[in-house]
Protein backbone atom coordinates (compact mmCIF):
# COMPACT_ATOMS: atom_id res chain seq x y z
CA UNK A 1 0.00 0.00 0.00
CA UNK A 2 1.41 3.53 -1.02
CA UNK A 3 1.05 4.91 2.18
CA UNK A 4 1.99 2.52 4.41
CA UNK A 5 5.03 3.59 6.60
CA UNK A 6 7.87 1.15 6.92
CA UNK A 7 6.76 0.40 10.96
CA UNK A 8 3.06 -0.45 9.67
CA UNK A 9 4.64 -2.57 6.85
CA UNK A 10 6.76 -4.23 9.18
CA UNK A 11 4.22 -5.05 11.81
CA UNK A 12 2.00 -8.19 12.26
CA UNK A 13 -0.79 -7.07 14.40
CA UNK A 14 -2.00 -8.97 17.32
CA UNK A 15 -4.99 -10.71 16.71
CA UNK A 16 -7.74 -11.26 19.70
CA UNK A 17 -9.28 -14.18 20.07
CA UNK A 18 -12.68 -14.77 17.52
CA UNK A 19 -15.94 -12.87 18.01
CA UNK A 20 -17.86 -14.73 14.86
CA UNK A 21 -21.73 -13.34 15.11
CA UNK A 22 -22.63 -16.78 12.65
CA UNK A 23 -24.63 -17.81 15.62
CA UNK A 24 -24.74 -17.67 19.53
CA UNK A 25 -21.70 -20.06 20.80
CA UNK A 26 -20.50 -20.83 24.38
CA UNK A 27 -18.25 -18.30 24.53
CA UNK A 28 -14.59 -19.73 26.05
CA UNK A 29 -11.98 -18.42 24.30
CA UNK A 30 -11.16 -14.82 25.69
CA UNK A 31 -11.24 -15.41 29.70
CA UNK A 32 -14.12 -13.18 29.84
CA UNK A 33 -15.97 -13.69 32.81
CA UNK A 34 -19.63 -15.68 33.05
CA UNK A 35 -20.61 -12.88 35.28
CA UNK A 36 -21.89 -9.39 34.73
CA UNK A 37 -19.94 -6.49 36.76
CA UNK A 38 -20.87 -5.55 39.98
CA UNK A 39 -24.54 -4.09 40.81
CA UNK A 40 -22.87 -1.07 41.80
CA UNK A 41 -21.75 -0.62 38.36
CA UNK A 42 -25.02 -1.23 36.76
CA UNK A 43 -26.07 1.64 39.54
CA UNK A 44 -23.51 3.96 38.30
CA UNK A 45 -24.49 3.77 34.63
CA UNK A 46 -28.28 4.06 35.40
CA UNK A 47 -27.74 7.22 37.23
CA UNK A 48 -25.42 8.89 35.09
CA UNK A 49 -26.43 12.02 34.01
CA UNK A 50 -25.71 12.44 29.85
CA UNK A 51 -25.53 15.93 30.26
CA UNK A 52 -22.03 15.63 31.64
CA UNK A 53 -21.11 14.52 28.51
CA UNK A 54 -20.71 18.11 27.59
CA UNK A 55 -17.55 18.36 29.34
CA UNK A 56 -14.10 16.83 28.89
CA UNK A 57 -13.60 14.31 31.24
CA UNK A 58 -10.79 14.80 34.19
CA UNK A 59 -7.81 13.84 32.52
CA UNK A 60 -5.38 12.36 35.16
CA UNK A 61 -9.31 9.84 36.07
CA UNK A 62 -7.73 11.24 39.82
CA UNK A 63 -10.95 9.87 41.13
CA UNK A 64 -10.58 6.78 39.99
CA UNK A 65 -6.60 6.42 40.88
CA UNK A 66 -7.55 7.68 44.31
CA UNK A 67 -10.14 5.17 44.61
CA UNK A 68 -7.53 1.79 43.58
CA UNK A 69 -5.14 3.82 46.05
CA UNK A 70 -7.78 3.64 49.03
CA UNK A 71 -9.02 -0.09 48.18
CA UNK A 72 -5.28 -1.28 47.60
CA UNK A 73 -3.92 1.04 50.59
CA UNK A 74 -0.93 2.38 48.28
CA UNK A 75 0.00 5.74 47.90
CA UNK A 76 -2.43 7.52 44.89
CA UNK A 77 1.13 8.62 43.36
CA UNK A 78 1.93 4.84 42.52
CA UNK A 79 -1.23 4.62 40.49
CA UNK A 80 -1.45 4.91 36.92
CA UNK A 81 -4.87 4.42 35.28
CA UNK A 82 -5.46 3.47 31.44
CA UNK A 83 -8.41 2.53 29.55
CA UNK A 84 -7.24 -1.47 29.49
CA UNK A 85 -4.08 -2.76 29.82
CA UNK A 86 -2.87 -3.20 26.78
CA UNK A 87 -3.03 0.58 25.94
CA UNK A 88 -1.25 0.58 29.71
CA UNK A 89 1.38 -1.40 28.03
CA UNK A 90 1.94 0.06 25.01
CA UNK A 91 2.56 3.58 27.26
CA UNK A 92 5.15 1.56 29.30
CA UNK A 93 6.97 0.38 26.20
CA UNK A 94 7.18 3.62 25.19
CA UNK A 95 8.27 5.30 28.54
CA UNK A 96 10.74 3.02 29.11
CA UNK A 97 12.34 1.48 26.12
CA UNK A 98 14.49 3.01 23.12
CA UNK A 99 14.57 1.84 19.86
CA UNK A 100 16.91 -1.33 19.67
CA UNK A 101 17.22 -1.52 23.35
CA UNK A 102 16.52 -5.64 24.44
CA UNK A 103 13.48 -6.53 25.79
CA UNK A 104 13.19 -10.29 26.98
CA UNK A 105 10.18 -12.35 28.04
CA UNK A 106 9.18 -16.12 27.68
CA UNK A 107 8.73 -17.64 24.32
CA UNK A 108 4.90 -18.47 25.07
CA UNK A 109 3.61 -16.00 26.83
CA UNK A 110 0.62 -13.21 25.87
CA UNK A 111 0.78 -12.67 22.41
CA UNK A 112 0.82 -8.44 22.31
CA UNK A 113 4.46 -8.54 23.68
CA UNK A 114 6.54 -9.22 20.69
CA UNK A 115 4.09 -7.36 18.53
CA UNK A 116 4.63 -4.21 20.63
CA UNK A 117 8.33 -5.26 20.46
CA UNK A 118 8.56 -4.75 16.79
CA UNK A 119 6.28 -1.76 16.30
CA UNK A 120 8.84 0.20 18.51
CA UNK A 121 11.63 -1.24 16.92
CA UNK A 122 12.61 -2.70 20.06
CA UNK A 123 15.45 -6.08 20.30
CA UNK A 124 13.25 -8.68 21.43
CA UNK A 125 14.70 -11.88 23.21
CA UNK A 126 12.49 -15.15 23.72
CA UNK A 127 13.33 -17.77 26.58
CA UNK A 128 11.75 -20.83 26.22
CA UNK A 129 9.42 -21.97 28.84
CA UNK A 130 11.06 -25.26 30.49
CA UNK A 131 9.48 -28.98 29.67
CA UNK A 132 6.80 -28.43 32.60
CA UNK A 133 6.04 -25.19 30.71
CA UNK A 134 6.98 -22.96 33.89
CA UNK A 135 8.77 -20.01 32.96
CA UNK A 136 12.78 -20.41 33.18
CA UNK A 137 13.44 -17.37 35.46
CA UNK A 138 17.33 -17.77 35.40
CA UNK A 139 17.57 -17.69 31.67
CA UNK A 140 15.35 -13.95 31.98
CA UNK A 141 17.74 -12.94 34.56
CA UNK A 142 20.85 -13.77 32.02
CA UNK A 143 19.58 -12.49 29.20
CA UNK A 144 20.51 -8.86 30.11
CA UNK A 145 17.50 -7.03 29.33
CA UNK A 146 14.13 -5.28 30.55
CA UNK A 147 11.58 -8.10 30.91
CA UNK A 148 7.94 -8.49 30.54
CA UNK A 149 6.40 -11.42 32.58
CA UNK A 150 2.80 -12.19 32.52
CA UNK A 151 2.08 -13.96 35.69
CA UNK A 152 0.14 -16.26 35.56
CA UNK A 153 1.87 -16.60 32.82
CA UNK A 154 -0.54 -16.71 29.41
CA UNK A 155 -1.72 -19.36 27.69
CA UNK A 156 -0.14 -21.67 30.11
CA UNK A 157 -2.35 -20.27 33.63
CA UNK A 158 1.30 -21.24 35.48
CA UNK A 159 2.13 -18.78 38.07
CA UNK A 160 5.70 -17.45 39.09
CA UNK A 161 5.82 -17.20 42.87
CA UNK A 162 6.70 -13.80 44.81
CA UNK A 163 9.91 -15.11 45.87
CA UNK A 164 10.58 -15.91 42.46
CA UNK A 165 9.98 -12.57 41.03
CA UNK A 166 12.00 -11.00 43.80
CA UNK A 167 14.77 -13.03 42.86
CA UNK A 168 14.13 -11.51 39.03
CA UNK A 169 14.06 -8.29 40.85
CA UNK A 170 17.00 -7.99 42.62
CA UNK A 171 19.30 -9.89 40.19
CA UNK A 172 19.76 -6.22 38.29
CA UNK A 173 18.15 -2.94 39.82
CA UNK A 174 19.05 -1.35 36.89
CA UNK A 175 16.79 -2.73 34.65
CA UNK A 176 12.86 -2.72 34.33
CA UNK A 177 10.44 -5.87 35.14
CA UNK A 178 6.91 -5.39 33.95
CA UNK A 179 4.04 -7.87 35.60
CA UNK A 180 1.28 -8.09 34.07
CA UNK A 181 -1.01 -9.65 36.61
CA UNK A 182 -4.00 -10.01 34.37
CA UNK A 183 -5.49 -12.77 35.89
CA UNK A 184 -5.02 -10.74 39.80
CA UNK A 185 -7.38 -12.60 42.49
CA UNK A 186 -7.86 -15.66 40.87
CA UNK A 187 -4.52 -16.99 42.90
CA UNK A 188 -3.09 -15.35 45.93
CA UNK A 189 0.45 -16.95 44.22
CA UNK A 190 3.07 -14.75 43.21
CA UNK A 191 1.28 -11.64 43.99
CA UNK A 192 3.95 -9.55 43.52
CA UNK A 193 2.23 -5.93 45.58
CA UNK A 194 3.95 -6.95 48.60
CA UNK A 195 7.56 -5.80 46.41
CA UNK A 196 6.49 -2.24 45.40
CA UNK A 197 8.35 -1.04 48.45
CA UNK A 198 11.18 -2.18 47.91
CA UNK A 199 11.44 -2.54 44.47
CA UNK A 200 11.33 0.65 42.24
CA UNK A 201 11.91 -1.39 39.17
CA UNK A 202 8.80 -3.33 39.32
CA UNK A 203 6.19 -1.74 37.34
CA UNK A 204 2.51 -3.94 37.66
CA UNK A 205 -0.41 -4.18 35.14
CA UNK A 206 -3.51 -5.14 36.11
CA UNK A 207 -6.46 -5.40 33.45
CA UNK A 208 -10.37 -5.19 35.43
CA UNK A 209 -11.28 -7.21 32.11
CA UNK A 210 -10.86 -11.18 34.05
CA UNK A 211 -11.56 -11.12 37.37
CA UNK A 212 -13.35 -7.83 37.28
CA UNK A 213 -15.57 -8.94 34.60
CA UNK A 214 -15.34 -5.62 33.05
CA UNK A 215 -13.51 -6.17 29.55
CA UNK A 216 -16.44 -4.05 27.86
CA UNK A 217 -15.41 -1.16 29.58
CA UNK A 218 -11.44 -0.94 28.94
CA UNK A 219 -10.68 -0.75 33.56
CA UNK A 220 -6.97 -1.06 33.67
CA UNK A 221 -4.18 0.55 36.62
CA UNK A 222 -0.69 0.18 36.89
CA UNK A 223 1.45 0.57 40.50
CA UNK A 224 4.98 1.56 40.68
CA UNK A 225 7.45 4.00 42.06
CA UNK A 226 5.93 7.65 41.57
CA UNK A 227 8.89 7.95 39.21
CA UNK A 228 7.46 5.09 36.62
CA UNK A 229 4.38 6.53 37.36
CA UNK A 230 5.06 10.22 36.10
CA UNK A 231 6.74 8.44 33.47
CA UNK A 232 3.54 6.69 31.82
CA UNK A 233 1.77 10.05 32.03
CA UNK A 234 4.34 11.44 30.11
CA UNK A 235 3.44 9.55 27.44
CA UNK A 236 -0.08 9.62 27.97
CA UNK A 237 -0.13 13.17 28.26
CA UNK A 238 1.54 13.26 24.76
CA UNK A 239 -0.89 11.55 22.83
CA UNK A 240 -3.69 10.16 24.48
CA UNK A 241 -4.65 13.36 27.56
CA UNK A 242 -8.22 12.01 27.86
CA UNK A 243 -7.50 7.85 27.73
CA UNK A 244 -10.75 8.02 30.10
CA UNK A 245 -14.06 8.87 29.50
CA UNK A 246 -16.61 10.10 32.64
CA UNK A 247 -18.65 6.99 32.21
CA UNK A 248 -15.57 4.54 32.58
CA UNK A 249 -13.96 6.65 35.62
CA UNK A 250 -17.67 6.47 37.52
CA UNK A 251 -18.07 2.56 37.08
CA UNK A 252 -14.23 1.83 37.56
CA UNK A 253 -14.62 3.28 40.84
CA UNK A 254 -17.51 1.57 41.44
CA UNK A 255 -15.72 -1.88 40.00
CA UNK A 256 -12.39 -1.44 42.13
CA UNK A 257 -14.51 -0.52 44.96
CA UNK A 258 -17.35 -3.91 45.00
CA UNK A 259 -14.33 -5.90 47.06
CA UNK A 260 -16.86 -8.35 48.42
CA UNK A 261 -18.54 -8.71 45.11
CA UNK A 262 -15.21 -9.45 43.16
CA UNK A 263 -14.12 -12.26 45.91
CA UNK A 264 -17.36 -13.88 45.65
CA UNK A 265 -17.17 -14.31 41.49
CA UNK A 266 -13.30 -15.07 41.83
CA UNK A 267 -14.18 -17.40 44.30
CA UNK A 268 -17.54 -19.39 42.17
CA UNK A 269 -15.07 -19.38 39.09
CA UNK A 270 -12.22 -21.21 41.07
CA UNK A 271 -14.76 -23.27 42.32
CA UNK A 272 -15.99 -24.19 38.89
CA UNK A 273 -12.19 -24.33 37.48
CA UNK A 274 -11.30 -26.87 39.70
CA UNK A 275 -14.69 -29.27 39.27
CA UNK A 276 -13.70 -28.97 35.53
CA UNK A 277 -10.46 -29.71 35.75
CA UNK A 278 -11.57 -33.06 37.52
CA UNK A 279 -13.72 -33.99 34.32
CA UNK A 280 -10.64 -33.10 32.03
CA UNK A 281 -8.88 -35.82 34.36
CA UNK A 282 -11.63 -38.37 34.01
CA UNK A 283 -11.58 -38.01 30.26
CA UNK A 284 -7.81 -38.18 30.14
CA UNK A 285 -6.63 -34.74 29.47
CA UNK A 286 -3.41 -33.62 30.59
CA UNK A 287 -3.71 -30.30 32.32
CA UNK A 288 -1.24 -27.34 33.80
CA UNK A 289 -2.01 -25.96 36.73
CA UNK A 290 -3.97 -22.87 36.87
CA UNK A 291 -3.65 -19.75 38.72
CA UNK A 292 -6.24 -18.07 36.43
CA UNK A 293 -9.76 -18.04 35.03
CA UNK A 294 -8.68 -20.77 32.68
CA UNK A 295 -7.25 -24.19 31.85
CA UNK A 296 -4.38 -25.24 29.21
CA UNK A 297 -4.90 -28.61 28.46
CA UNK A 298 -4.58 -31.32 25.73
CA UNK A 299 -4.99 -35.36 25.30
CA UNK A 300 -2.42 -37.58 23.63
CA UNK A 301 -3.52 -38.67 20.31
CA UNK A 302 -5.96 -35.98 19.96
CA UNK A 303 -5.13 -32.81 17.65
CA UNK A 304 -5.19 -29.75 19.15
CA UNK A 305 -6.92 -27.95 16.05
CA UNK A 306 -9.60 -30.74 15.21
CA UNK A 307 -10.64 -30.50 18.86
CA UNK A 308 -11.03 -26.47 18.42
CA UNK A 309 -13.05 -27.17 15.17
CA UNK A 310 -15.58 -29.97 16.54
CA UNK A 311 -16.04 -27.94 19.40
CA UNK A 312 -16.68 -24.73 17.00
CA UNK A 313 -19.09 -26.69 14.68
CA UNK A 314 -21.42 -27.66 18.34
CA UNK A 315 -21.37 -24.80 19.73
CA UNK A 316 -18.63 -23.55 21.66
CA UNK A 317 -15.53 -21.83 21.22
CA UNK A 318 -11.81 -22.09 23.11
CA UNK A 319 -8.73 -20.81 21.82
CA UNK A 320 -6.19 -22.98 19.79
CA UNK A 321 -2.62 -21.29 19.06
CA UNK A 322 -0.94 -22.28 15.85
CA UNK A 323 2.81 -22.18 17.52
CA UNK A 324 5.11 -24.50 17.97
CA UNK A 325 5.15 -26.79 21.63
CA UNK A 326 1.52 -26.04 21.89
CA UNK A 327 -0.41 -26.82 18.92
CA UNK A 328 -2.11 -29.96 20.85
CA UNK A 329 -3.31 -27.72 23.81
CA UNK A 330 -6.33 -25.95 23.94
CA UNK A 331 -7.03 -22.95 26.56
CA UNK A 332 -10.68 -22.78 27.89
CA UNK A 333 -11.94 -20.42 29.97
CA UNK A 334 -13.87 -20.64 32.91
CA UNK A 335 -17.32 -19.71 32.11
CA UNK A 336 -20.47 -20.93 34.56
CA UNK A 337 -20.94 -24.08 36.12
CA UNK A 338 -23.40 -25.28 33.37
CA UNK A 339 -21.13 -23.99 30.30
CA UNK A 340 -18.66 -26.48 31.89
CA UNK A 341 -21.35 -29.40 32.05
CA UNK A 342 -22.52 -28.52 28.44
CA UNK A 343 -18.70 -28.49 27.24
CA UNK A 344 -18.15 -31.96 29.00
CA UNK A 345 -21.16 -33.62 27.66
CA UNK A 346 -19.59 -32.15 24.09
CA UNK A 347 -15.87 -33.49 24.68
CA UNK A 348 -17.51 -36.69 25.74
CA UNK A 349 -19.15 -37.09 22.09
CA UNK A 350 -16.73 -35.72 20.14
CA UNK A 351 -13.95 -37.91 21.51
C1 LIG B 1 -6.42 -10.32 28.71
C2 LIG B 1 -4.99 -9.93 28.87
C3 LIG B 1 -4.58 -8.61 28.65
C4 LIG B 1 -5.49 -7.58 28.03
O1 LIG B 1 -6.28 -6.93 28.90
P1 LIG B 1 -7.13 -5.66 28.46
O2 LIG B 1 -7.09 -4.81 29.67
O3 LIG B 1 -8.49 -6.16 28.15
O4 LIG B 1 -6.46 -4.99 27.31
C5 LIG B 1 -3.26 -8.28 28.91
N1 LIG B 1 -2.37 -9.21 29.32
C6 LIG B 1 -2.71 -10.49 29.50
C7 LIG B 1 -1.70 -11.47 29.95
C8 LIG B 1 -4.03 -10.89 29.27
O5 LIG B 1 -4.37 -12.17 29.41
Given amino acids: MRFLSKTAQSIEPYVPGE ?29 FNYEDLRLYPDFKASAFRAAIAKTLGVNVNSVFAGAGSDAVLGYAFQAFFDRGDTVVYPDITYGFYSVLAKLYGLNPV ?28 APTGIALTTAEIEHILSSDR ?33 TMSKSYAAAGMRLAYAL ?11 IKDSFD ?9 DVGIAAITDTKYLRNTIDRIVKTRE ?15 SDANFLFTRKQGVDGKGLYLALKD ?36 IL
Avoid at 224 to 234: H, M, Y
Avoid at 284 to 289: A, K, S
Wanted: aromatic share 8%.
Fill in 224 to 234: GSPELIDALDR
Fill in 19 to 47: QPKDKSYIKLNTNESPYPPCPLAGEVIET
Fill in 126 to 153: EIPLDANFRVNTDGLINAKGHIVIANPN
Fill in 275 to 289: EFRISLDRLGFETLP
Fill in 174 to 206: DRLVIIDEAYTGFSDKGNSEPLLSRYDNLLIIR
Fill in 314 to 349: AGILVRWFNKPRIRDFIRISIGTSRDMKRLVKTLEE
Fill in 241 to 249: PYNFDRLSI
